[in-house]
């Protein structure tokens, strides 16, 4: 879902579906913290990539979210908050993910004309692939079995030729499980494109069909005339 609205601390708004949200400032404390701590951690392991990780502000919504729109991080505070208890090394995996979506600039990336269930599962390989490389330990053995397999299936892991790869049967894991291994995050930008272009095509049709009206109804008068 699209995030809609920035929440800052200790706000008890609503938001523009309406909803009120559900959470404050001690919510939005503790989730600073997390991220914090997920940062520091990410920086000690992968120091090259400092200038990334801390460069996107967090947003915080009343969505189960977690992914980035190539600006900034959104996330539900309550869904970081429980995912971070029960295992940390999965919020420091999402979160990386989702930064590196940045780091090779896909959400800049042209995706029209392309499967869109296709190009996510392609994108997200494209990143769990280059983290196999920097902290394997993110990448399960059947991610790494699928990732090997790609390797012999393409020259260069890039989001294009991943696309062609999938499309066209050269992974033998159906795309079903290829998104449920490797979509591990939101891919917010994609959303908001989908959402513009929606909103265009209502325009575009209400704008034609005004213009079919009046053509109607001056047609009528000429007749009457």
């Known amino acids: 879902m699209t995030p809609k609205k ?94 590196m979506h940045c780091v090779f600039l896909q959400p800049f990336l042209d995706a029209a004309d392309k499967d869109e269930v296709i190009w996510e599962i392609a994108i997200d390989m494209c990143i769990e692939n280059a983290i196999s490389k920097m902290e394997p330990a993110f990448v399960s053995q059947e991610e790494r079995d699928v990732l090997s397999e790609l390797a012999n299936a393409v020259k260069l892991p890039v989001p294009s030729a991943v696309y062609w790869a999938i499309k066209n049967g050269k992974i033998s894991e159906d795309p079903k499980r290829l998104y449920e291994l490797f979509h591990i995050d939101e891919h917010i930008w994609l959303q908001q494109k989908q959402s513009q272009q929606g909103q265009q095509g209502q325009q575009g049709q209400s704008k034609s069909g005004n213009g079919q009206g009046q053509g109607q109804g001056q047609s009528q008068n000429q007749k009457g005339k």
Do not use: C, W
Not at 90 to 96: E, K, S, T
């Open 6 to 99: 920035a929440i800052r601390k200790g706000e008890n708004t609503m938001n523009e579906n309406g909803m009120k949200n559900l959470f404050g400032e001690r919510e939005i404390l503790i989730s600073d913290k997390i991220i914090k701590e997920v940062r520091k951690e990410l920086y000690i392991k992968l120091k090259a990539l400092a200038p990334a990780l801390y460069r996107m502000p967090t947003v915080y919504i009343p969505f189960d979210t977690f992914g980035t729109d190539g600006h900034k991080m959104y996330m539900s505070p309550f869904a970081l908050m429980a995912l971070y208890k029960s295992a940390p090394e999965d919020v420091m995996h999402r979160y990386l993910h989702s930064v």
